[in-house]
């Protein structure tokens, strides 16, 4: 008796279901594939220096760079070229104190860098993150009050002034990640009481107090000085609550509402699509992208495979807006293979 014989199933089996059919080819593959992501779905932000910050490559996140507000158009010009259609603004400031006086300068960074974008390609969408520990001295994302607890309360207004700086420089989205309760409504009241009642807010509804942020801190110089920000952040292990943020930020008139990390939170991202009748959209961050990045410079794994099935996964999850520092690398990928001769 043959080895085939031997191996063949001995009781009634009804194969005439078989899946593997529409595996057997790619081009099968790719006319029965369920999820699929849009390089139009896909933002990429974009660290900007002042004149005294070092640019260039950041240690921690190869291939990522910090950039002048001139280095920032350029980046965003070939982004333009390759299909992308949005970048999220992170500022770097030369100066920084107690109460993040240069994140509402009309001259600041991050606003400078708007104009220029505006003027550049006004076709290209302008995401403007919204937080203060990066031009705060303290690292805090807020005021401290006496105790040296971040004031939620006043807070708000300093959000609120820096909120319509961006706005008069020409942002098309304002982001607010600071993780103030009630800043939607607050931001919402400010920017309609000026006339920009046709600003979006994206929220960052559920952000949580991730370790997956340290290389990004790298980046925007956010390191706190003392403490660290589990009292406004929200705990890793809390799914309820994080719907529960998500649906307060929605009724106080959030556009969009998103959750960061992506990778370790794919269940909220489901979570929150479920319930959510606004964009869902999800933060794939820094260490995210440095353990891939690492990982894929030792040769353990295949970068672009690993980027493809991460960035499906939170398709399938329910993303509708995807931010990754994989957005540039992956349009390329896309660029090359639509434009070689088949």
Same mark, same amino acid.
């Not at 008796?1 to 001995?10: A, D, F, I, K, N």
């Not at 930020?249 to 009748?277: N, T």
């Given at each position: 008796?043959?080895?085939?014989?031997?191996?063949?199933? %001995?009781t009634s089996v009804d194969l005439t279901k078989r899946p593997r059919r529409l595996r057997s080819s790619a081009a099968l593959r790719a006319l029965v594939r369920e999820n699929e992501v849009r390089i139009a779905s896909l933002v990429q932000p974009i660290f900007v220096a002042g004149e005294r910050q070092p640019k260039g490559e950041i240690a921690s996140m190869p291939g990522i760079h910090r950039f002048s507000v001139e280095g920032a158009v350029a980046e965003a010009r070939e982004l333009r070229a390759l299909g992308l259609s949005a970048v999220l603004l992170f500022g770097v400031p030369d100066f920084k104190d107690?109460?993040?006086?240069?994140?509402?300068?009309?001259?600041?960074?991050? @606003?400078?860098?708007?104009?220029?974008?505006?003027?550049?390609?006004?076709?290209? +969408?302008?995401?403007?993150?919204?937080?203060?520990?990066?031009?705060?001295?303290?690292?805090?994302?807020?005021?401290?009050?006496?105790?040296?607890?971040?004031?939620?309360?006043?807070?708000?207004?300093?959000?609120?002034?820096?909120?319509?700086?961006?706005?008069?420089?020409?942002?098309?989205?304002?982001?607010?990640?600071?993780?103030?309760?009630?800043?939607?409504?607050?931001?919402?009241?400010?920017?309609?009481?000026?006339?920009?009642?046709?600003?979006?807010?994206?929220?960052?509804?559920?952000?949580?107090?991730?370790?997956?942020?340290?290389?990004? %801190?790298?980046?925007?110089?956010?390191?706190? @000085?003392?403490?660290? %920000?589990?009292?406004? @952040?929200?705990?890793?292990?809390?799914?309820?609550?994080?719907?529960?943020?998500?649906?307060?930020?929605?009724?106080?008139?959030?556009?969009?509402?998103?959750?960061?990390?992506?990778?370790?939170?794919?269940? +909220?991202?489901?979570?929150?699509?479920?319930?959510?009748?606004?964009?869902?959209?999800?933060?794939?961050?820094?260490?995210?992208?440095s353990m891939v990045k690492a990982a894929a410079l030792n040769g353990w794994i295949d970068e672009d495979r690993i980027v493809d099935e991460m960035l499906v996964g939170f398709v399938r999850a329910g993303a509708d807006i995807i931010i990754t520092y994989f957005a540039k690398s992956f349009a390329e990928r896309k660029h090359r293979s639509s434009t070689t001769p088949r």
């Open positions: 008796m043959s080895v085939t014989e031997l191996l063949r199933p %001995r107690a109460v993040a006086s240069s994140n509402h300068d009309p001259l600041g960074i991050v @606003q400078r860098t708007i104009r220029a974008l505006k003027r550049d390609l006004p076709e290209m +969408l302008v995401i403007a993150d919204l937080c203060n520990c990066e031009y705060t001295d303290h690292g805090h994302c807020g005021i401290l009050d006496e105790r040296g607890d971040v004031d939620n309360d006043a807070t708000l207004e300093l959000l609120g002034r820096t909120a319509l700086s961006y706005a008069e420089a020409g942002v098309d989205v304002i982001a607010p990640s600071d993780m103030m309760d009630g800043r939607v409504a607050y931001l919402r009241k400010t920017l309609d009481a000026s006339g920009y009642t046709s600003i979006p807010i994206m929220s960052y509804a559920a952000k949580f107090a991730s370790a997956f942020y340290g290389p990004f %801190r790298d980046a925007a110089d956010s390191t706190p @000085q003392f403490g660290d %920000r589990r009292s406004y @952040q929200m705990d890793p292990p809390n799914a309820r609550e994080a719907v529960r943020e998500a649906l307060l930020d929605i009724e106080e008139g959030a556009d969009v509402v998103m959750v960061k990390p992506a990778l370790a939170f794919m269940d +909220l991202i489901r979570a929150v699509r479920e319930v959510s009748s606004v964009p869902v959209a999800c933060y794939n961050v820094s260490g995210e992208y």
